[in-house]
């Protein structure tokens, strides 16, 4: 069964810096694109940031040139490096992964558990 285990949340005040690691595990085949998306109080699930099989990465509007996205298909795990931090920032950050396990022809969705992200003004 895959799981995706994120770390390295928590409280920053602004301007400052939070580094959010994802490692996947099970028995994996291959892994098409992993990714973050963050969901504040009150408001819908965003995409932040995602790479694909390539390293091809892309960015939301409000994170470009402040957050970079990497990913180490050896170790399964993606990793968001997040500076410049706002207090619109604060919100649950989710990995998500959309990876085929072994034994199965069709690639799926999965999601982390989420880890808080608190930016303080």
């Known amino acids: 069964q895959v799981q995706l285990v994120e770390s390295g949340g928590g409280l920053v005040q602004a301007g400052g810096s939070l580094r959010l690691s994802c490692a996947a595990s099970?028995?994996?085949?291959?892994?098409?694109?992993m990714g973050w998306y963050r969901q504040a109080p009150g408001k819908q699930r965003e995409l932040v940031a995602s790479?694909?099989?390539?390293?091809?990465?892309k960015y939301t509007d409000s994170v470009k040139g402040r957050f970079t996205i990497s990913i180490d298909y050896a170790k399964n795990t993606v990793s968001l490096q997040m500076n410049s931090l706002k207090p619109e920032d604060t919100a649950v950050y989710y990995c998500?992964?959309?990876?085929?396990?072994?034994?199965?022809?069709?690639?799926?969705?999965?999601w982390g558990q989420g880890t808080q992200v608190t930016v303080s003004s």
């Open positions: 998500n992964a959309v990876l085929r396990e072994r034994f199965v022809s069709a690639a799926y969705e999965y």
């Open positions: 099970g028995s994996i085949y291959s892994i098409n694109a």
């Open positions: 790479i694909t099989t390539g390293s091809l990465a």
